[in-house]
Protein backbone atom coordinates (compact mmCIF):
# COMPACT_ATOMS: atom_id res chain seq x y z
CA UNK A 1 0.00 0.00 0.00
CA UNK A 2 1.65 3.41 -1.13
CA UNK A 3 2.25 6.13 1.18
CA UNK A 4 -0.77 8.15 0.26
CA UNK A 5 -3.52 5.44 0.31
CA UNK A 6 -2.43 5.10 3.82
CA UNK A 7 -2.48 8.90 4.14
CA UNK A 8 -5.93 9.16 3.36
CA UNK A 9 -7.10 6.01 4.73
CA UNK A 10 -5.86 7.54 8.32
CA UNK A 11 -7.96 10.45 7.59
CA UNK A 12 -11.31 8.64 6.61
CA UNK A 13 -10.67 5.95 9.50
CA UNK A 14 -8.91 7.61 12.90
CA UNK A 15 -5.48 6.37 13.73
CA UNK A 16 -5.64 7.23 17.57
CA UNK A 17 -8.83 4.70 18.11
CA UNK A 18 -9.48 2.87 14.30
CA UNK A 19 -12.82 3.96 13.66
CA UNK A 20 -14.88 6.44 12.06
CA UNK A 21 -17.88 9.00 12.01
CA UNK A 22 -19.13 9.91 8.37
CA UNK A 23 -21.71 12.27 7.84
CA UNK A 24 -23.36 11.28 4.43
CA UNK A 25 -24.97 14.44 2.89
CA UNK A 26 -24.95 12.40 -1.00
CA UNK A 27 -28.82 11.68 -1.32
CA UNK A 28 -29.37 14.61 -3.42
CA UNK A 29 -27.68 13.14 -6.47
CA UNK A 30 -30.81 10.91 -7.25
CA UNK A 31 -33.19 12.38 -4.55
CA UNK A 32 -33.20 16.04 -5.39
CA UNK A 33 -33.35 18.27 -2.10
CA UNK A 34 -34.05 15.69 0.51
CA UNK A 35 -35.79 16.50 3.60
CA UNK A 36 -33.46 18.09 5.90
CA UNK A 37 -30.61 18.55 2.89
CA UNK A 38 -32.83 21.98 1.01
CA UNK A 39 -30.00 24.43 1.65
CA UNK A 40 -26.82 21.84 2.25
CA UNK A 41 -24.40 24.36 3.42
CA UNK A 42 -26.95 25.12 6.15
CA UNK A 43 -27.40 21.65 7.46
CA UNK A 44 -23.66 20.62 6.73
CA UNK A 45 -21.36 23.50 7.48
CA UNK A 46 -21.74 23.63 11.13
CA UNK A 47 -21.99 20.03 11.87
CA UNK A 48 -18.46 19.04 9.73
CA UNK A 49 -15.95 19.88 12.69
CA UNK A 50 -17.72 17.11 14.67
CA UNK A 51 -17.69 14.65 11.85
CA UNK A 52 -14.77 12.15 10.79
CA UNK A 53 -15.58 12.90 7.30
CA UNK A 54 -18.00 14.31 4.61
CA UNK A 55 -19.76 12.21 1.85
CA UNK A 56 -20.70 14.34 -0.96
CA UNK A 57 -21.04 14.80 -4.34
CA UNK A 58 -18.57 17.50 -6.26
CA UNK A 59 -21.17 19.43 -6.69
CA UNK A 60 -22.60 20.38 -3.59
CA UNK A 61 -18.61 20.55 -2.38
CA UNK A 62 -18.10 23.24 -4.91
CA UNK A 63 -20.94 25.16 -4.00
CA UNK A 64 -22.32 24.81 -0.52
CA UNK A 65 -18.84 24.16 1.68
CA UNK A 66 -16.43 26.82 2.21
CA UNK A 67 -13.04 25.46 1.18
CA UNK A 68 -11.69 26.52 4.83
CA UNK A 69 -13.57 23.66 5.95
CA UNK A 70 -11.31 20.99 7.33
CA UNK A 71 -13.44 17.83 8.00
CA UNK A 72 -11.71 15.09 5.05
CA UNK A 73 -14.02 14.41 1.97
CA UNK A 74 -14.61 11.50 0.36
CA UNK A 75 -16.63 12.04 -3.25
CA UNK A 76 -19.87 10.08 -4.01
CA UNK A 77 -18.32 9.49 -7.50
CA UNK A 78 -21.55 6.97 -9.17
CA UNK A 79 -24.46 7.78 -10.25
CA UNK A 80 -26.64 9.01 -13.27
CA UNK A 81 -29.76 7.21 -12.05
CA UNK A 82 -32.95 9.14 -10.60
CA UNK A 83 -35.90 8.01 -7.61
CA UNK A 84 -37.73 8.47 -11.21
CA UNK A 85 -36.63 5.19 -12.50
CA UNK A 86 -37.94 1.71 -11.68
CA UNK A 87 -34.40 0.48 -11.69
CA UNK A 88 -32.14 2.37 -9.36
CA UNK A 89 -28.79 0.03 -10.17
CA UNK A 90 -27.97 1.54 -13.67
CA UNK A 91 -25.73 3.40 -12.48
CA UNK A 92 -22.40 4.62 -14.09
CA UNK A 93 -19.14 6.61 -12.84
CA UNK A 94 -19.55 10.12 -13.23
CA UNK A 95 -16.73 11.97 -11.31
CA UNK A 96 -12.98 11.02 -12.15
CA UNK A 97 -9.95 10.24 -9.94
CA UNK A 98 -8.51 13.12 -11.34
CA UNK A 99 -11.43 15.57 -9.99
CA UNK A 100 -11.24 13.94 -6.75
CA UNK A 101 -7.50 14.44 -6.45
CA UNK A 102 -8.22 18.51 -7.49
CA UNK A 103 -10.93 18.70 -4.99
CA UNK A 104 -8.63 17.12 -2.44
CA UNK A 105 -10.92 14.54 -1.33
CA UNK A 106 -9.53 11.53 0.77
CA UNK A 107 -11.09 8.58 -0.62
CA UNK A 108 -14.25 7.58 -3.34
CA UNK A 109 -17.69 5.83 -2.84
CA UNK A 110 -19.72 4.29 -5.57
CA UNK A 111 -21.87 1.77 -5.09
CA UNK A 112 -22.59 -2.05 -6.37
CA UNK A 113 -25.92 -3.69 -6.97
CA UNK A 114 -25.53 -6.70 -6.16
CA UNK A 115 -28.40 -9.10 -7.44
CA UNK A 116 -29.98 -5.97 -9.43
CA UNK A 117 -30.63 -5.85 -13.25
CA UNK A 118 -27.52 -4.06 -13.29
CA UNK A 119 -25.05 -5.68 -11.42
CA UNK A 120 -22.49 -6.64 -14.05
CA UNK A 121 -22.33 -2.98 -14.91
CA UNK A 122 -21.87 -1.72 -11.38
CA UNK A 123 -19.05 -4.33 -10.23
CA UNK A 124 -17.53 -3.22 -13.22
CA UNK A 125 -17.84 0.20 -12.40
CA UNK A 126 -15.55 -1.13 -8.96
CA UNK A 127 -13.53 -2.70 -10.42
CA UNK A 128 -12.03 0.34 -12.69
CA UNK A 129 -12.36 2.67 -10.13
CA UNK A 130 -10.01 0.49 -7.44
CA UNK A 131 -7.50 0.54 -10.42
CA UNK A 132 -7.40 4.09 -11.38
CA UNK A 133 -7.69 4.30 -7.01
CA UNK A 134 -4.61 2.38 -6.85
CA UNK A 135 -2.50 4.34 -9.33
CA UNK A 136 -3.43 7.16 -7.53
CA UNK A 137 -3.08 6.57 -3.73
CA UNK A 138 -7.19 7.31 -3.50
CA UNK A 139 -9.07 5.10 -1.59
CA UNK A 140 -12.39 3.34 -2.76
CA UNK A 141 -15.62 3.06 -0.54
CA UNK A 142 -17.73 0.27 -1.83
CA UNK A 143 -21.77 1.11 -1.07
CA UNK A 144 -23.85 -2.12 -1.21
CA UNK A 145 -27.08 -0.21 -2.50
CA UNK A 146 -30.18 -2.57 -3.22
CA UNK A 147 -32.35 -0.50 -5.63
CA UNK A 148 -36.04 -1.89 -5.97
CA UNK A 149 -35.00 -5.10 -6.92
CA UNK A 150 -34.77 -6.55 -4.59
CA UNK A 151 -37.13 -6.79 -1.41
CA UNK A 152 -36.17 -5.56 2.18
CA UNK A 153 -35.98 -9.45 3.70
CA UNK A 154 -33.65 -10.30 0.76
CA UNK A 155 -31.01 -7.39 2.02
CA UNK A 156 -31.77 -7.33 5.24
CA UNK A 157 -30.53 -10.43 5.55
CA UNK A 158 -26.71 -11.39 6.75
CA UNK A 159 -25.94 -13.77 3.95
CA UNK A 160 -27.04 -11.44 1.61
CA UNK A 161 -24.82 -8.43 3.30
CA UNK A 162 -21.62 -11.09 3.49
CA UNK A 163 -22.30 -11.60 -0.11
CA UNK A 164 -22.24 -8.13 -1.43
CA UNK A 165 -19.55 -7.00 1.39
CA UNK A 166 -16.69 -9.87 0.54
CA UNK A 167 -17.24 -9.48 -3.37
CA UNK A 168 -16.65 -5.82 -2.77
CA UNK A 169 -13.92 -6.66 -0.77
CA UNK A 170 -12.66 -8.96 -3.70
CA UNK A 171 -12.67 -6.20 -5.94
CA UNK A 172 -10.46 -4.20 -3.88
CA UNK A 173 -12.61 -1.90 -2.10
CA UNK A 174 -11.01 -0.09 1.19
CA UNK A 175 -13.96 -0.34 2.84
CA UNK A 176 -17.34 -1.09 2.64
CA UNK A 177 -20.44 0.53 3.79
CA UNK A 178 -23.66 -1.83 4.55
CA UNK A 179 -26.41 -2.06 6.64
CA UNK A 180 -27.16 -4.15 10.10
CA UNK A 181 -28.33 -6.69 10.74
CA UNK A 182 -29.17 -9.97 12.52
CA UNK A 183 -25.96 -12.08 12.72
CA UNK A 184 -24.10 -9.18 12.11
CA UNK A 185 -21.07 -10.95 13.00
CA UNK A 186 -21.39 -12.83 9.97
CA UNK A 187 -21.32 -9.69 7.62
CA UNK A 188 -17.53 -8.29 9.33
CA UNK A 189 -16.20 -11.80 10.33
CA UNK A 190 -16.31 -12.73 6.51
CA UNK A 191 -15.10 -9.54 4.91
CA UNK A 192 -11.21 -8.90 5.49
CA UNK A 193 -11.77 -4.84 4.53
CA UNK A 194 -13.08 -2.69 7.40
CA UNK A 195 -17.11 -1.89 7.64
CA UNK A 196 -18.80 0.89 7.92
CA UNK A 197 -22.31 0.48 8.74
CA UNK A 198 -25.01 2.78 6.37
CA UNK A 199 -27.68 4.90 8.95
CA UNK A 200 -30.60 3.88 7.00
CA UNK A 201 -34.11 5.43 7.35
CA UNK A 202 -34.83 8.15 9.99
CA UNK A 203 -35.07 6.33 13.44
CA UNK A 204 -36.13 7.80 16.64
CA UNK A 205 -32.83 9.38 18.40
CA UNK A 206 -32.48 6.33 21.18
CA UNK A 207 -33.21 3.73 18.07
CA UNK A 208 -30.65 5.22 16.31
CA UNK A 209 -28.07 5.38 19.32
CA UNK A 210 -29.17 1.52 20.19
CA UNK A 211 -28.01 0.65 16.13
CA UNK A 212 -24.92 2.39 16.36
CA UNK A 213 -23.76 0.58 19.34
CA UNK A 214 -24.99 -2.85 18.05
CA UNK A 215 -22.75 -2.15 14.77
CA UNK A 216 -19.70 -1.62 16.88
CA UNK A 217 -20.49 -4.21 19.25
CA UNK A 218 -20.31 -5.88 16.15
CA UNK A 219 -17.60 -5.51 14.35
CA UNK A 220 -18.09 -2.55 12.28
CA UNK A 221 -15.27 0.19 12.34
CA UNK A 222 -17.57 2.83 12.23
CA UNK A 223 -21.08 4.57 10.74
CA UNK A 224 -21.51 6.77 8.34
CA UNK A 225 -25.07 8.04 8.86
CA UNK A 226 -27.11 11.31 7.08
CA UNK A 227 -31.02 11.05 8.06
CA UNK A 228 -30.35 10.21 11.67
CA UNK A 229 -28.38 12.98 12.00
CA UNK A 230 -29.54 15.98 9.80
CA UNK A 231 -33.33 15.21 10.21
CA UNK A 232 -33.07 14.69 13.85
CA UNK A 233 -34.21 17.74 15.93
CA UNK A 234 -30.69 18.56 17.30
CA UNK A 235 -28.53 17.15 14.35
CA UNK A 236 -25.19 18.37 16.64
CA UNK A 237 -26.97 16.21 19.59
CA UNK A 238 -27.00 13.15 17.80
CA UNK A 239 -23.58 13.74 15.73
CA UNK A 240 -21.93 14.30 19.31
CA UNK A 241 -24.13 11.41 20.81
CA UNK A 242 -23.18 8.93 17.71
CA UNK A 243 -19.27 10.34 17.83
CA UNK A 244 -19.34 9.47 21.86
CA UNK A 245 -20.25 5.75 21.23
CA UNK A 246 -18.24 5.28 18.27
CA UNK A 247 -15.11 6.87 19.75
CA UNK A 248 -15.51 6.77 23.27
CA UNK A 249 -17.17 3.23 23.44
CA UNK A 250 -19.77 4.80 26.29
CA UNK A 251 -23.32 3.56 26.28
CA UNK A 252 -26.43 4.12 25.08
CA UNK A 253 -28.20 5.92 28.05
CA UNK A 254 -24.76 8.33 28.25
CA UNK A 255 -24.77 8.92 24.64
CA UNK A 256 -28.67 9.74 24.97
CA UNK A 257 -28.21 11.98 27.62
CA UNK A 258 -25.25 13.53 25.20
CA UNK A 259 -28.14 14.67 22.82
CA UNK A 260 -30.45 15.29 25.29
CA UNK A 261 -28.36 17.89 26.82
CA UNK A 262 -27.45 19.34 23.52
CA UNK A 263 -31.20 19.64 22.42
CA UNK A 264 -32.12 21.68 25.66
CA UNK A 265 -29.42 23.99 25.12
CA UNK A 266 -30.53 25.06 21.89
CA UNK A 267 -27.84 23.96 20.04
CA UNK A 268 -29.56 21.51 17.59
CA UNK A 269 -27.62 23.09 14.83
CA UNK A 270 -29.90 22.81 11.50
CA UNK A 271 -32.39 20.35 11.01
CA UNK A 272 -36.20 19.07 11.66
CA UNK A 273 -38.39 16.67 12.29
CA UNK A 274 -39.95 16.33 16.00
CA UNK A 275 -37.45 14.14 18.24
CA UNK A 276 -38.27 10.35 17.50
CA UNK A 277 -40.86 11.03 14.38
CA UNK A 278 -39.82 10.31 10.82
CA UNK A 279 -39.79 13.10 8.56
CA UNK A 280 -42.87 12.30 5.26
CA UNK A 281 -40.93 9.53 3.11
CA UNK A 282 -38.33 8.66 5.48
CA UNK A 283 -40.30 5.64 6.56
CA UNK A 284 -39.14 3.96 2.98
CA UNK A 285 -36.24 1.26 2.87
CA UNK A 286 -32.61 2.50 3.39
CA UNK A 287 -30.07 3.32 0.92
CA UNK A 288 -30.80 2.44 -2.96
CA UNK A 289 -33.98 1.08 -2.35
CA UNK A 290 -37.00 2.82 -3.10
CA UNK A 291 -38.19 5.27 -0.58
CA UNK A 292 -41.64 6.41 0.75
CA UNK A 293 -44.08 8.73 -0.72
CA UNK A 294 -44.23 13.08 -1.16
CA UNK A 295 -41.40 14.37 1.38
CA UNK A 296 -38.94 17.34 -0.39
CA UNK A 297 -39.05 15.80 -3.47
CA UNK A 298 -42.81 16.12 -4.19
CA UNK A 299 -45.57 13.60 -4.60
CA UNK A 300 -44.94 10.25 -5.73
CA UNK A 301 -41.13 11.20 -5.39
CA UNK A 302 -39.14 8.84 -3.55
CA UNK A 303 -37.47 10.53 -0.50
CA UNK A 304 -34.66 10.25 2.04
CA UNK A 305 -32.96 6.75 1.59
CA UNK A 306 -29.21 7.07 0.17
CA UNK A 307 -26.92 6.47 3.35
Known amino acids: MSWGLENRLSKIIRPDTGRTVMFAVDHGYFLGPTSG ?19 LTRGVLRQCIPSTVQTPIVLRVSGGNSVLEDDLSDETLMT ?15 SIYVG ?11 GKLVGKGERY ?12 ALGQEITRDARYLALASRIAAEFGAHIVKTYYCEDFERVTG ?17 DALVLTKNAIDGGAVGVDMGRNI ?19 GIGVDDAYAVY ?27 AGEAGGQAGASGPGFGDDRKL
Open 37 to 55: LEKPAEAVVPLAPYADTLM
Open 230 to 248: FQSDSPLGMMKAVSAIVHK
Open 137 to 148: GMPVIAVTAVGK
Open 190 to 206: TCPVPIVMAGGKKLPER
Open 96 to 110: SVEECLRLNAVGMAL
Open 116 to 126: APHQHQTLKNL
Open 260 to 286: EDEKRAGRGGAGGGDAGASPAGAGGPG
